[in-house]
């Protein structure tokens, strides 16, 4: 009986060696194919490898930087987004609200987590993506209809309560007898959320904005929706640029043989994805787990 | 000196106090920030996509055929608008005339036929499908005054629809071939029926495969597991899994599943069983919580009365956590419900015009067809899209109604 149930725990070690297997395997034969050197560190991106082999541009170029570049760009801006909102959200919610809103807005809050990633690409085509379009030609500049700009905007929204959920348990967490230290001495409620709770509850906060990039650069379906194909090497987010999880998902959707490079490509990419989500996770997890040991 | 003094320090009070107040507000701002972007959302979405819920439709009086096989029947629904419409002479005007119902009308007509066969023969009047243009025109999403080249009908279509609206001929009603049709070309007759049947296999699937896996894992690793090694291996493991990117997921469905087991592509099969092992960590996390909820002395009052440790678990401890594990689960499988990328990965994203009927068939997904559908070119697909979403949205609200109340109900606090 016992045994049966360790083999229930056991799978979900198999999934873990079944994800590094894969990756690993493939991104080997397409090491294989194409160096590792041009991989990491040729800044351009071109796939598409022609049909016949003396053709001009027979063989792709796989630099990944300019991918590398495009996710960082768009989950900046979705952080930059996310984490204000976020965070001030939590605060009011932890210090300042009574808790019949407390009730109410937190759930909602999480509803945003709760829809569907597909959901949110829709709205960025939809309503953001025309919104800044116009918005650019007002101002006078040009903005592309798959900016960057739009697609980080819609991630932020989306990322909003990963961040406010873990903000707002670590603002819980600390000991109230500091807070009211701190108000007892005279300080603003403000003064003391600022120089002594956040301080204290840094460390949480810190594990969740890590959580929120982490779900940022692996999010899939907004950028392949609201972002662009086009692997331009640009911080401007008013441009299009291109996103690993993209390259993924148009390398592999569609017939084509598995040997290519063009396809290996793809497990290359999933396995540098998963490296670094894996890392972002791992310190998250290291922060918030040393933070808890300090005042438990 | 005093004076000054206290002159000094109300004004650093009051700059003091203002800085609370602008605090404050900075909190208050971003809460309504977000709540407006969820409204936003929502509303903008029930606005685009409300329209797709009815369907304009058009009555025609059809000449049935006796013969039933050798009918041409999209003849006769041209003869029959040309009876309508007797005016009609050159060749451009009739074909613009043809293009006001939708091309779906002669199967509708056969159809018909088949439910009536009594009818063979007679002059009867169906209700066939109005084409997508003429479906926004009466919906509102185009409006007449806009250019025929944005409302894609001419001015002469116009008049038609307005005398055929003038003649009660016109008739808006519930859109069934939204719920029960396959995807198409023509968004009049394209339907969430395939994905929805998709949607459902996969979901079978993925039940059935976490749900006692993670069940499993959560009561070994909190009841069982010896502080071992392993163990902690384990549980760092599922941690991490839980914050994997699905796409991630999706590329070890491909490898494993279809490339080296040979699987067969674009099946719920293959979908459910890569939604199954996302939504496992989920399911082993929730489990074990709720098992750490059932306080001690259950599980020591069982073992003092003479119960093994194995029916200390399964007869007291499981049943007094299910509603938490249930919860947990149903949280999973919305999450899973609304999961886009994976799919993709394995293929499910095809166009199904045929109900699949079994986990092997080829298949999609609601969100796929919503992924799907985003891209269309035709502007009725936009509606459509937004539709699709609502009704997504409405599943997934009904999940996490069910997990709130199952936890409201059964909840125990010890």
Not at chain 1, 115 to 138: E, H, K, S
Not at chain 2, 173 to 189: I, V
Not at chain 2, 393 to 399: E, K, N
């Amino acid at each position: 009986m016992v045994a049966a149930l360790f083999t229930g725990s056991l799978v979900a070690i198999l999934v873990t060696v079944g994800i590094v297997l894969s990756l690993v395997f493939e991104t080997f034969r397409f090491l294989q194919i194409v160096p590792l050197t041009e991989f990491l560190f040729n800044p351009q991106w071109s796939p598409q490898t022609a049909i016949r082999t003396d053709q001009v541009g027979a063989s792709g170029v796989f630099g990944a930087i300019p991918l590398i570049t495009g996710t960082l760009l768009i989950s900046a801006i979705a952080l930059a987004v996310a984490a204000p909102i976020g965070l001030f959200s939590a605060i009011y919610l932890a210090e300042y609200a009574n808790s019949k809103t407390r009730a109410v807005v937190k759930p909602t809050l999480e509803l945003l987590a709760g829809i569907p990633t597909v959901v949110y690409g829709f709205f960025a085509v939809l309503i953001i993506a025309p919104l800044l379009r116009d918005g650019g030609a007002w101002a006078g500049l040009s903005v592309s209809s798959e900016s960057a700009l739009a697609a980080g905007l819609v991630m932020g929204i989306m990322t909003i309560p990963f961040v406010s959920s873990t903000a707002d348990d670590a603002l819980i967490a600390v000991p109230l007898s500091l807070k009211e230290g701190a108000l007892a001495l005279g300080s603003t409620r403000s003064e003391a959320i600022r120089q002594i709770i956040i301080p204290a509850a840094l460390p949480g906060i810190t594990g969740g904005l890590l959580l929120a990039a982490s779900r940022a650069i692996g999010e899939t379906m907004i950028v392949v929706m609201a972002a662009g194909l086009a692997a331009n090497l640009t911080l401007n987010p008013l441009e299009a640029v291109t996103t690993v999880t993209v390259q993924i998902v148009t390398l592999l959707t569609g017939d084509q043989e598995f040997d290519s490079a063009k396809t290996l490509a793809a497990f290359a990419l999933g396995l540098l994805l998963f490296i670094v989500t894996l890392i972002l996770n791992v310190i998250a997890q290291h922060i918030v787990k040393k933070y808890r040991e300090q005042y438990d | 000196m005093t004076d000054r003094l206290s002159t000094k320090l109300a004004a650093r009070l009051r700059k003091r106090h203002r800085g609370e107040k602008l605090f404050r507000l900075g909190g208050l701002g971003a809460i309504l920030l977000a709540v407006s972007f969820l409204a936003t959302l929502l509303v903008s979405i029930g606005v685009s996509g409300y329209t797709a819920f009815q369907q304009t439709t058009i009555l025609l009086q059809i000449n049935l055929p006796v013969d039933p096989v050798n009918a041409g029947y999209p003849g006769l629904v041209k003869k029959s608008l040309r009876e309508a419409f007797p005016s009609v002479s050159s060749r451009r005007n009739k074909k613009e005339l043809y293009r006001l119902v939708s091309s779906g009308a002669a199967w509708e007509i056969r159809n018909y036929l088949t439910d009536h066969p009594d009818q063979a023969g007679k002059t009867v009047t169906v209700t066939v499908t109005a084409s997508d243009d003429v479906d926004m025109l009466i919906n509102g999403k185009v409006s007449r005054l806009d250019p025929p080249q944005v409302r894609r009908l001419s001015d002469q279509q116009v008049a038609w629809i307005d005398q055929i609206r003038a003649s009660g001929n016109l008739k808006i009603g519930f859109n069934t071939n939204f719920f029960f049709n396959g995807d198409s070309r023509e968004p009049e007759l394209a339907g969430i029926a395939a994905a929805m049947a998709g949607s459902f296999f996969s979901l079978i699937i993925c039940l059935g495969l976490a749900f006692p896996l993670g069940i499993m894992a959560a009561i070994y690793l909190e009841e069982f597991a010896s502080k071992t090694r392993l163990t902690s291996l384990i549980e760092v493991n599922i941690n991490n899994l839980a914050a994997v990117p699905s796409i991630v997921f999706g590329l070890l469905g491909l490898a494993i599943f279809l490339n080296f087991f040979e699987l067969p592509r674009s099946a719920p099969l293959v979908g459910g069983m890569v939604l199954a092992l996302m939504t496992l960590p989920t399911i082993i996390i929730t489990g074990r919580a709720s098992l750490k909820a059932v306080p001690p002395s259950i599980r020591e009052a069982a073992l003092a009365i003479g119960a093994s440790k194995v029916q200390s678990v399964f007869h007291h401890v499981l049943p007094l956590a299910l509603p938490g594990v249930l919860t947990g689960t149903i949280i999973g499988m919305a999450r899973a419900v609304g999961e886009t990328a994976p799919l993709l990965m394995i293929g499910m994203v095809a166009f199904i015009v045929d109900v699949p009927k079994s986990i092997l068939e080829p298949a999609t997904a609601l969100p796929v067809q919503v992924f799907l559908w985003a891209d269309a070119p035709e502007r009725a697909f936009e509606e459509r899209t937004a539709a699709t979403i609502i009704v997504l949205l409405v599943f997934l609200m009904a999940m996490n109604l069910i997990a709130v109340i199952l936890r409201r109900k059964f909840e125990v606090r010890w």
